[in-house]
């Protein structure tokens, strides 16, 4: 992501400040719940594991994600249904428009889009209580490069940004877009 890109000078440099932050935020009798691409390359998976003082790491398992992680995590699954401060959370890897319990007040978390798709999501799905909790999008939301806590993605599910109406199709001039809301 060309905006991570210039805010490290270094992938070293990225990953110390990363695992800086979720042991920061994350305490070490507390849950990390990580929804996938947890490490580029399948050799550092360890290394960076050992390097979080969380108790347990839940992985819903992403695109970049090695077989090996099973190892080093305490669960790895495709999808993860867990119930956490009441409120049921269907995590996955990539966005989804229906999910479990999604009638019933369920919440989706997601990452795989870099927080790319999230003011288009919330605009043609006002109220989706779904949302994207990677890096970038936090860094989006809360000008830091590090994990949403509990009550962030909470805050954020029940208080969704506005937006104002605009042209779906703006920016066909020079080709589409992923989300023509993003600065670039």
């Given at each position: 992501?060309?905006?991570?890109?210039?805010?490290?000078?270094?992938?070293?440099?990225?990953d110390?400040?990363?695992?800086?932050?979720?042991?920061?935020?994350?305490?070490?009798?507390?849950?990390?719940?990580?929804?996938?691409?947890?490490?580029?390359?399948?050799?550092?998976?360890?290394?960076?594991?050992?390097?979080?003082?969380?108790?347990?790491?839940?992985?819903?398992?992403?695109?970049?994600?090695?077989?090996?992680?099973?190892?080093?995590?305490?669960?790895?699954?495709h999808?993860?249904?867990?119930?956490?401060?009441?409120?049921?959370?269907?995590?996955?890897?990539?966005?989804?428009?229906?999910?479990?319990?999604?009638?019933?007040?369920?919440?989706?978390?997601?990452?795989?889009?870099?927080?790319?798709?999230?003011?288009?999501?919330?605009?043609?799905?006002?109220?989706?209580?779904?949302?994207?909790?990677?890096?970038?999008?936090?860094?989006?939301?809360?000008?830091?490069?590090?994990?949403?806590?509990?009550?962030?993605?909470?805050?954020?599910?029940?208080?969704?940004?506005?937006?104002?109406?605009?042209?779906?199709?703006?920016?066909?001039?020079?080709?589409?877009?992923?989300?023509?809301?993003?600065?670039?």
């Amino acid at each position: 992501m060309p905006l991570r890109g210039a805010a490290f000078d270094s992938i070293g440099e990225m990953d110390d400040h990363l695992i800086h932050e979720i042991n920061r935020v994350v305490m070490p009798g507390d849950m990390l719940i990580h929804a996938g691409d947890f490490a580029w390359q399948a050799g550092q998976v360890g290394h960076y594991r050992h390097r979080l003082s969380v108790r347990e790491l839940l992985v819903a398992c992403g695109n970049h994600d090695a077989a090996s992680l099973v190892k080093y995590v305490s669960v790895m699954e495709h999808i993860l249904f867990k119930k956490l401060g009441g409120h049921h959370f269907h995590i996955e890897h990539r966005p989804c428009l229906s999910w479990d319990k999604k009638q019933r007040g369920g919440t989706h978390v997601y990452g795989h889009s870099h927080g790319l798709f999230e003011d288009t999501l919330n605009m043609l799905w006002p109220g989706r209580r779904a949302m994207d909790i990677g890096v970038d999008h936090a860094f989006r939301m809360l000008g830091e490069w590090r994990p949403f806590s509990l009550d962030e993605v909470l805050h954020c599910i029940a208080n969704p940004p506005l937006f104002e109406q605009c042209d779906m199709h703006a920016d066909v001039g020079e080709g589409v877009r992923e989300d023509h809301h993003v600065a670039e």
